[in-house]
């Protein structure tokens, strides 16, 4: 990716990334304020470890410019707390995957893990906590935005994370990692990958279209989308496993092949997931043609999941 | 407790049981209905394990018959998604309690906890995907209740379970076990048990109210007399803990001494214990006299609270 474009769309995204960030930052610095309680410092320390770590931020990227898209600056403002309460998700199943008991990752963005730089325990409540947290800030009474919203924003949440969505594909996956390889065709990998990452994915587009108020039409388009990019990102996640190394990725590589792991790139090899990916990319964008050059950022963010190199 | 207003209790707080298991055993049982992707079978089964294990129900009960009391059999069948919702916090909180990482328990309720039946990464997910489930039952398109109130649960349910309520107080928990006996006082115990113990129960009443459309009144006096059933609640385990012996519990007693826990039984003794309890149910059931003889079930509830033998 390069040319004036890429260079915009790189500026946006670590914008973006900033702003989602600093909501984080300002809410979990300032927690006294949700009632008589307060929030032991342990443990809100463990959960900024595990959110405020320097990740691109690509979901709530996509929840607001999905909302900017189809309500302008106004549907932009109104998402920042749901694109925070999604990031809340994203990382606390971070944490959890990589507890000894998951995936066994000590590095994480080049940091310690959670458990590592705390302990397994306060890693597990500070997941739990960051989980809860999200639905808390997606009915925040500060939230400009209908109650009605708000309920089918809580329920595709719940829905996009639970046993149907990201944790069934996380279960999936260590069930994958124990079984032969010869057991999983590619229908299961994509079943799995759209679970344990293209369901939070699709959720980011539909969110940012729920936000804005938008049709059903648009609802289901932005779903569509939503799915391909998701494809698109588990591919290219693929890729970098098996071509990246540990110091680029800022996390260890090589892993899903040492473990057998069913990935597209063990059953179809780099260059068939190269063009897959590519194809989901041009399949995803041609959905945003009726939006004209207001899709542009969207667009850019295609191009981006599938062609990054972290 | 005995005579025939505790038979009455003992016959409703059955019923009610039943009726929650019954709720979350067909929306176990049948998870096609929520989008395209099945729910893992040993997720579910899992899930199952932990929720389906003949548990009094208590927070459910408390839920259903506050509801009832203010807004009669409709209130009582609206609450149940919600009853049932709250119970599927409760037993991830068990869940994941009970993990080697945490309390370490192999027994609950005479059966094994859900990590020594599966395994910790099964055990973990079961946890994530119950409290993710609480959430989608509390916005299901079924719910017969108002997009503003199903709001106010959410939000409210988010606070109680997360950092500032539940899951903060576990975190003190194993921080209390951790430090010497003689640096908690006896504000930091309470403190601790109404955020672990008490959040949870204060917030069944509470949400009893709230799906009743009572007024604010009503609401601040159900969260009283919630929080005094929830002290209650706690006093009553330490004094379990410190009295029974495991075969009567269906789990580990005596852990809170040797280990060094921090219970108002450790820093007062059997007796005062016994007497904060009693005086605890004697203040909420005072608070339920507006509601005349509607009340009886609450009443009963908080002295069976008080008095239970496991």
Known sequence: MSGPDAQDFAARLSAAAEEVAGFLDARLGDAARTGEAA????????????????????????????????????????????????????????????????????????????????????????????????????????????????????????RAAGAGGMVGGQMLDLAAEKAERAEIDEAGVTALQAMKTGALLKYACVAGAVIAGADAGTVARMENFGARIGLAFQLADDLLDATADATVLGKAAGKDASRGKATFVALHGVEATRARCAEMVEEATALLSPFGAASRPLAEAARFIATRRS
């Open 39 to 158: 929030w032991p410092a342990q443990l809100v320390a463990a959960m900024r470890h595990g959110v405020l770590n320097g990740g691109k931020r690509l979901r709530p990227f996509l929840v607001l410019e999905t909302a900017a898209m189809l309500a302008g600056e106004a549907g932009r403002r109104a998402a920042l707390p749901v694109a925070a309460g999604l990031e809340a998700i994203h990382c606390y199943s971070l944490i959890h995957d990589d507890l000894p008991a998951m995936d066994d990752d000590d590095l994480r963005r080049g940091q310690p893990t959670v458990h590592v730089a705390f302990d397994e325990a306060t890693a597990i409540l500070a997941g739990d906590a960051l989980l809860t947290l999200a639905f808390d800030l997606l009915t925040d009474e500060a939230l400009a935005l209908p109650a009605s919203v708000q309920v089918e924003l809580v329920r595709r949440l719940a």
